[in-house]
């Protein structure tokens, strides 16, 4: 090995044993093309099942080629491995590594942790540059819409805004727009509008138009929303609301209440 990757791992070997939780690396090797990148896992104690990562890595939009463990034993410490796997987008276009590779990490050690659901809404993270908590949205949309009956399974709805990226994007502008304590602009939500309806005549198929529509239509009749609240520790709350005004809502089956509050969470 190289003795730049040599110090990598020694720095991440280092933040393992400091903290006890696993450490993350996405790289890529200088001999590998753009299509390929390599991803380590360092973790203490007993090596990790592939059988719990290899779905979460698919998920995210990748196809696992190889995996090499290693056994490091520091002097004074309890054993530690770090796994490497190499690994190719599953529709074998480039990983534009520098873009995604913050988000991809801490994506993945949300979903290790359960703080972030193990569904194909991640290959976004690749497929889209989209943050963790941006694809929260997403999910949580999907969510409603399947309580709400859309004819579409949850996978479908995966397959339609991982097909349609760009719109993916500006849906997630259009909830900001409307909800960013300090950025909800009613002008710019306009715009964004605008452009999703742009964007849709380039759909070819109806029923990923009428997913995206109804994804819009979702974030229009949204009232408030707790997105943005921090929890009590400043960080994120484990939990997501959102208050609809449910009679403006496409295709809700009746009776339709005045409002309502759809909550999310992956514990639920």
Same mark, same amino acid.
């Given at each position: &090995?190289?003795?730049?990757? %040599?110090?990598?791992?020694?720095?991440?070997?280092?933040?393992?044993? #400091?903290?006890?939780?696993?450490? +993350?690396?996405?790289?890529?090797? $200088?001999?590998?093309?753009?299509?390929?990148?390599? &991803?380590?896992?360092?973790?203490?104690?007993? #090596?990790?099942?592939?059988?719990?990562?290899?779905?979460? +890595?698919?998920?995210?939009?990748?196809?696992?080629?190889?995996?090499?463990?290693?056994?490091?034993?520091?002097? @004074?410490?309890?054993?530690?491995?770090? *796994?490497? &796997?190499?690994?190719?987008? *599953?529709?074998?276009?480039?990983?534009?590594? @520098?873009?995604?590779?913050?988000?991809?990490?801490?994506?993945?050690?949300?979903?290790?942790?359960?703080?972030?659901?193990?569904?194909?809404?991640?290959? +976004?993270?690749?497929?889209? @540059? +989209? *943050?963790?908590?941006?694809?929260?949205?997403?999910?949580?949309?999907?969510?409603?819409?399947?309580?709400? #009956?859309?004819?579409? /399974?949850?996978?479908?709805?995966?397959?339609?805004?991982?097909?349609?990226? @760009?719109?993916?994007?500006?849906?997630?502008?259009?909830?900001?727009?409307?909800?960013?304590?300090?950025?909800? /602009?009613?002008? %710019?939500?306009?715009?964004?509008? %605008?452009?999703?309806?742009?964007?849709?005549?380039?759909?070819?198929?109806?029923?990923?138009?009428? $997913?995206?529509?109804?994804?819009?239509?979702?974030?229009? %009749?949204?009232?408030?929303?707790? &997105?943005?609240?921090? #929890?009590?520790?400043?960080?994120?709350?484990?939990?997501?609301?959102?208050?609809?005004?449910?009679?403006?809502?496409?295709?809700?089956?009746?009776?339709?209440?005045?409002?309502?509050?759809?909550?999310?969470?992956?514990?639920?």
């Amino acid at each position: &090995f190289d003795a730049q990757y %040599a110090l990598t791992d020694i720095a991440k070997i280092e933040d393992t044993l #400091a903290t006890g939780t696993m450490a +993350l690396n996405l790289y890529r090797p $200088i001999e590998a093309p753009d299509t390929m990148v390599h &991803f380590k896992i360092y973790h203490r104690g007993e #090596a990790v099942a592939l059988s719990d990562v290899l779905p979460m +890595l698919e998920n995210m939009g990748l196809r696992v080629l190889d995996e090499m463990p290693y056994q490091v034993e520091p002097a @004074g410490q309890s054993q530690l491995w770090i *796994h490497d &796997f190499g690994v190719v987008r *599953h529709d074998g276009g480039e990983i534009a590594l @520098g873009e995604i590779r913050e988000a991809f990490e801490d994506s993945f050690a949300r979903i290790w942790s359960g703080e972030m659901e193990n569904d194909g809404f991640n290959r +976004l993270v690749i497929g889209a @540059g +989209l *943050h963790w908590r941006a694809i929260v949205i997403l999910r949580a949309l999907a969510k409603y819409l399947r309580q709400a #009956a859309i004819p579409f /399974s949850q996978a479908y709805m995966e397959d339609t805004l991982d097909a349609n990226t @760009g719109l993916a994007h500006l849906l997630v502008e259009l909830f900001e727009k409307r909800f960013h304590p300090e950025e909800a /602009s009613e002008a %710019a939500a306009k715009k964004i509008l %605008a452009r999703i309806e742009a964007e849709l005549e380039q759909v070819e198929s109806l029923d990923e138009d009428r $997913i995206i529509r109804r994804f819009t239509n979702l974030i229009q %009749a949204a009232l408030r929303t707790n &997105f943005y609240q921090p #929890a009590a520790d400043g960080g994120h709350k484990p939990y997501l609301s959102v208050k609809f005004d449910s009679k403006i809502i496409d295709e809700l089956p009746l009776p339709r209440p005045f409002r309502e509050i759809f909550v999310y969470s992956p514990r639920v």
